[in-house]
């Protein structure tokens, strides 16, 4: 079955510490994207990639970063410089050919400070 | 800059009964997608709209776009129980593969 994977479902972070979010996809679509969504809020895109080897910020990416080495996959580190990282983080695909391709979401990562 | 509204931000509605959500949007786009979002899950695509006049229906929902108005609605036909969710409306930036996403609107029917 093709979609797209998160894991872990909970992660915990300590102060100070770096962690990553994982995204893999299988649908073979060339536009990932990560979102954070905070309680009774919509989403807002932290990063974006249309192709592999590049991304771009999107309205909240300080204290975070990506890569994307490979088009399956779009990992998200929630950087020491993230001050109030407890969200609910979403990460999501699309075919990237032009602009009106639905997007694709995967079933997310809960990030708790302890 | 684009931005998203929606009201009501809160709904909530006999079953049976019909309403509307609405998403007003800020400057011009080139299309509008609704999703669905159950609590603490995923979002789920339920309508993209790409323009004037544009209707898409699936079961007991029904989605329009006017983009003179940059006004998108959300109907809801005779509301079942099933329907409980958090409705959001998203607006692509431009000529970019950017989303804006509304706040939502918390759909809750009770019997």
């Known amino acids: 079955d093709g979609g797209i994977t998160q894991s872990p479902k909970y992660l915990f972070r300590k102060e100070g510490q770096n962690v990553t979010l994982s995204c893999e996809q299988n649908l073979n679509h060339d536009a990932m994207y990560w979102y954070r969504q905070d309680p009774g809020q919509g989403l807002r895109l932290i990063y974006y990639?249309?192709?592999?080897?590049?991304?771009q910020k999107g309205d909240i990416a300080e204290g975070y970063s990506v890569s994307r080495e490979k088009k399956e996959s779009f990992p998200l580190t929630v950087t020491s410089a993230q001050k109030n990282p407890t969200a609910f983080y979403l990460c999501?695909?699309?075919?990237?050919?032009?602009?009106?391709?639905?997007?694709?979401f995967g079933p997310g990562t809960r990030l708790l400070v302890l | 800059e684009l931005k998203v509204e929606q009201n009501p931000l809160f709904l909530s509605m006999q079953e049976g009964k019909n309403y509307t959500i609405y998403c007003n949007y800020s400057?011009?786009?080139?299309?509008l997608y609704w999703y669905r979002q159950d609590p603490g899950k995923s979002l789920e695509s339920l309508f993209v709209?790409?323009?004037?006049?544009a209707v898409k229906q699936e079961g007991r929902l029904m989605a329009s776009l006017d983009t003179k108005a940059r006004l998108s609605t959300l109907h809801i036909t005779a509301a079942v129980h099933d329907l409980s969710a958090t409705y959001f409306c998203?607006?692509?930036?431009?000529?970019?593969?950017?989303?804006?996403f509304g706040t939502g609107t918390r759909l809750q029917v009770f019997p």
């Open positions: 990639s249309q192709i592999v080897n590049d991304f």
């Open positions: 709209l790409l323009s004037n006049g």
């Open positions: 998203a607006v692509g930036s431009y000529n970019t593969d950017k989303l804006i």
């Open positions: 999501a695909s699309s075919i990237g050919e032009g602009t009106a391709q639905t997007q694709y």
């Open positions: 400057t011009t786009s080139d299309r």
